[in-house]
């Protein structure tokens, strides 16, 4: 068995699956089924109220399950302790290799509702099995990016700090917070792992605990501005607000004549618009003009904007828990449907949750720099403006990668080339037409099933 | 260096924390304070709306992180080179052992507003950098724990699966929602993985996928009975539900000679209340009175009240991603903060996040076998009533754990113990009275910082 190191968690697990990926494998084997040649589409069907767009992200975690993906010997036990298999079915997964192909909207692209974030071809076994794990990856990441893109655009240039890790939904999307917080323009993240792995800026400040440790508020500023003197954000809420920051200022001015300059200072509670306002203004009079005032606490794109509308005079957000769980819509509605089975494009009438048949492409259309409408068509059909999806994982290997630095440049390209009634905190929709010929196909297929 | 096998995720890294805790621990160290008495309380501060209780889970992830929390040299030399740390600090940290103590609500007890879920007790530096994981582990599984048992009460008694894999919030939380789940009274779960780490019945249908690839849905439905003809719940919904329903009874009525009966349908889309009554009629008239109606698709616990209160002949539900990321509430607002340092009490009086000084003790208070309420007091002190925070670690080892089916059946108990009012879908308030030592600790400390 490979065991790719590094891996982060255990996607690799062939078991981290629905049960029924495996029980539908079993009988398309039984079938005859499993090497069919199969497209499933990976997309969502409606954006949470007031927003605009989605940001595609989680591809390359994406893309790196489907190529570990395994199943180990333990796990091969488990499945034949369960009854459900055949000794035939056991065998063939446990030579599994994901050997189809992807397509993929480029990680960073603005992305609407019916349109493909990827597109998955293979043997109709591989690419069913690789239903429930590309859909958990994909969409984690494409929400907690879509929503710190939202933030990015009320901060109007102030720094944007992830301090999410406390209650995101588990250690795994604590890292996938921290990368798609990055990705759509947040500076930095608290989680020092997301660091380490994915070379994010980290930052920090302190905690009430660590106040509250030292007999006195001044103390604990002192001792920590002894270690980090150049580079001390001090939490000012612990007692009293104001009384802190003229303690910051007291402990700041000692450390004036060895030539340091305090950083800043943090509050994590009140009413931080005014706060904000006594704190700049106790700095400014003592001469700390440079010296950040530092916010948290319950902030999201909503609070944010608020606060940079009343003019309050904050230089940074840590936005933690809101974002890191995508308070207001923690989850898309995400699903991964067949298209297109031996060459025959498919469709499902369920109610509400009718698809569209084929494998598709996604072409948008800009007046001059700025994106006008996308148009939502057949693969390999001809329309004018841009094509998105890239071929990204070919036979099994992945053949498209690119630095986090590169994909958190196309978020901001991306984002400034949106129309701005589609980047309001209420955003008006934007128009994704359906092709003739898909339209055409759908009505077909429709059709054809009703009669 | 430990490598604890079969860990699941790397919470055990060191780096898996907020920078600030590290930030402060160097601090601590260089003041001498690292090794100072300290104890933590992790607790929530409200409930969300409606919500008459929390159901403590996740202790024994929790456990199991402070126990292999380690730093791996490759840990040590990324922190070296972020240029924040000292060598002493780093020699430090390579020889980490959490080495304190932890008492807390067992797993599947109800906890309220201000209770400590857990406290931890060590030296100051050990215990504040738990703080990170502590919180994350923790407040995940009592959040979805917590409305998986709002879930339990709202069937009625009917079966609950697990579905929501696909759209949690990463693998991690796919593995936590299926045993908290499980753990507040869930039947089953579709995540393989989660069976066989936790050993919960697994258990799955279709989907539509299946029914797709296949040229009719009736061939598609005598597929599947083919490999599973005594464990197929056929999947309806694709093009017709009562057309689906009517199919299914088709195929089911050819194996019947041989024996086989049909386990049943799912309906998937569409208004499930009327059509299960379709379904159920269509099934028993065909004679298959055994057969279950399962429904699932966008179901929380309010959905299954309101299904089981029109007297839909609905036998399952799926439940996915509203209980797996907990959709209407996504977080609890859970804090770990310093209580006690060096034996003196300690608290912050941050507006609208102040906190309560001293090491606790929760006493439940029971009319008969009904909670009537609790008291909040200090460690040590005396009061009538269930003392309901057990020791579970000591100097660094885990003292205490039970098996998984042992904890849901005190789920159960303790959720059949609460008044009626507590376990309504919009309940009504528990009391926690706050022990007349520990309210004049609180004063008496909150005057002496306002002074």
């Known amino acids: 068995m490979d065991d790719p190191g590094g891996r982060r968690h255990e996607a690799g697990s062939g078991l981290l699956v629905d049960l029924y990926e495996l029980t539908m494998g079993e009988s398309y084997l039984a079938e005859g089924m499993a090497d069919r040649e199969a497209t499933f589409s990976l997309f969502f069907r409606t954006l949470p109220p007031g927003w605009g ?6 591809l390359e975690e994406g893309l790196r399950y489907l190529a570990e993906l395994r199943f180990s010997d333990e796990d091969l036990a488990f499945l034949e302790r369960t009854g459900k298999f055949s000794a035939r079915f056991l065998r063939r997964l446990s030579s599994f290799r994901f050997s189809g192909n992807v ?11 019916e349109e493909p974030l990827l597109e998955v071809s293979g043997p109709l ?3 069913q099995l690789a239903e429930t794990m590309l859909l958990n990856l994909v969409h984690l990441q494409t929400l907690i990016a879509s929503k710190a893109s939202r933030a990015v655009d009320a901060a109007a240039g102030r720094t944007l700090v992830d301090f999410s890790l406390r209650r995101t939904h588990g250690p795994d999307a604590g890292l996938a917070a921290a990368r798609a917080s990055y990705l759509a323009g947040f500076d930095a993240t608290s989680n020092v792992l997301a660091g380490q792995r994915c070379a994010i800026p980290i930052a920090g ?13 001044t103390e604990a500023f002192r001792a920590f501005m002894r270690v980090y003197p150049d580079d001390a954000v001090l939490l000012v809420d612990t007692y009293d607000t104001p009384e802190g920051v003229r303690r910051a200022v007291t402990v700041a001015r000692e450390l004036e004549v060895s030539g340091h300059r305090l950083r800043g200072v943090r509050l994590d509670s009140g009413d931080v ?3 904000s306002r006594v704190a700049r203004e106790l700095l400014d009079d003592a001469g700390f003009h440079d010296a950040v005032v530092f916010v948290s606490g319950g902030l999201d794109e909503r609070e944010i904007a608020r606060l940079v509308g009343e003019g309050a005079p904050i230089g940074g957000f840590g936005v933690g828990t809101k974002m890191g769980v995508s308070a207001d819509a923690p989850f898309l509605d995400v699903a991964y449907k067949l298209v297109e089975i031996d060459g025959r494009p498919v469709l499902k009438l369920s109610t509400g949750k009718a698809s569209l048949p084929g494998r598709k492409e996604v072409w948008r259309m800009r007046e001059g720099s700025v994106a006008s409408h996308d148009v939502l068509g057949l693969y390999g059909g001809e329309c004018e403006g ?3 999806l890239l ?3 070919r036979a099994g290997h992945v053949v498209w990668n690119e630095p986090l630095g590169a994909t958190r440049e196309r978020a901001r390209r991306e984002r400034e080339s949106l129309p701005p009634s589609l980047r309001a905190l209420d955003a008006a929709p934007y128009e994704v037409r359906v092709g003739p010929e898909l339209a055409a196909l759908r009505d077909r297929l429709t059709e054809g099933m009703r009669s």
Chains 1, 2 share one sequence.
């Open 53 to 58: 767009y989605a940001l595609a992200a989680g």
């Open 103 to 113: 397509r993929a909207l480029p990680e960073g692209t603005p992305v609407f509702p």
């Open 125 to 127: 076994l591989e690419a």
């Open 205 to 217: 400040t302190m905690a009430h605990s660590y106040i509250e440790s030292f007999e006195s508020e």
């Open 273 to 275: 618009g005014p706060l």
């Open 386 to 388: 841009e094509p998105l």
């Open 391 to 393: 071929e990204v994982m």
